[in-house]
């Protein structure tokens, strides 16, 4: 991998898009190297991820716009669909993903992190989809996962007029759960994760299931999703020492994860 970097630390993983001298700018190969990295993942041994960029200045400034720029347009619509893709896959990856934000999350970075379950910022992060003062639309799904997490509204404002907000902006409108200071930022986000780690993994795997694809769906449809992967954590050992260990009134031994 040229652009990103893997590790793991206990049940936890950390991939970290590496490309500091362009602000950790998505181009293509950055795009490649994200799709085969989450392929890479052993979900059966880590149970949360941490999605950062390198440096002190930037999460991903955004998407390559010298890579853009002679772009034709059904080139255009494939370099859309190729982030889109990627993006998708981080949404709607098995285990949760938490984007630490640290710095510049603007156009494709602020559309990444909107990809991630959850997202927790450094106090210097500035968001923003800047598209339309260079002549395009938001192509990696910054029209539609920005308007379902802030609000039609403040996204309409957003998008349309291009501003870029700071993080405590990012914070009042829900676009991040909390503001940490640059060095507080990876801390929190490892005891965020481990935090979820230690939780049984397939009822993790289901609430995301469910909250995402019920998200999708009416009220009646939803309930039936919850419902059968509710039913679904049943029988399983996980749920058995999860309940015994509740009512014998001592600390869970371990979740095993089956």
Do not use: H, W
Request: charged letters at 25%; hydrophobic letters at 40%.
């Amino acid at each position: 991998m040229e652009f990103v970097t893997y590790e793991v630390e206990g049940q936890v993983g950390i991939i970290t898009i590496n490309r500091p001298k362009a602000l950790n700018a998505l181009n293509s190969t950055v795009l490649e190297e994200l799709d085969k990295t989450f392929d890479d993942v052993d979900i059966n041994e880590i149970r949360a991820l941490i999605l950062t960029g390198a440096g002190e200045k930037s999460f991903v400034a955004g998407a390559d716009i010298g890579e853009m720029s002679t772009l034709t347009k059904a080139e255009g619509e494939a370099f859309g669909k190729k982030g889109n893709d990627v993006f998708r896959k981080i949404e709607t990856f098995p285990i949760p993903v938490i984007a630490a934000i640290n710095g510049f999350a603007l156009g494709g970075g602020c559309e990444i992190s909107m990809s991630c379950d959850i997202r927790i910022c450094s106090d210097n992060a500035v968001f923003g989809q800047p598209e339309v003062g260079l002549g395009i639309t938001p192509g990696f799904g910054g029209t539609q996962r920005l308007a379902r997490i802030v609000g039609v509204g403040m996204a309409k404002q957003m998008i349309y007029s291009g501003r870029n907000i700071k993080a405590d902006e990012a914070y009042r409108i829900g676009l991040v759960n909390a503001v940490y200071t640059l060095e507080e930022l990876m801390p929190a986000a490892k005891k965020l994760a481990a935090g979820i780690a230690k939780n049984a993994p397939i009822a993790v795997r289901n609430c995301k299931k469910a909250i995402n694809d019920g998200l999708q769906t009416d009220m009646d449809e939803a309930i039936v999703i919850e419902e059968k992967l509710f039913g679904d954590c049943f029988e399983s050992y996980d749920q058995k020492e999860g309940m015994a260990a509740f009512l014998e009134k001592r600390k869970v031994e371990a979740f095993l994860n089956k």
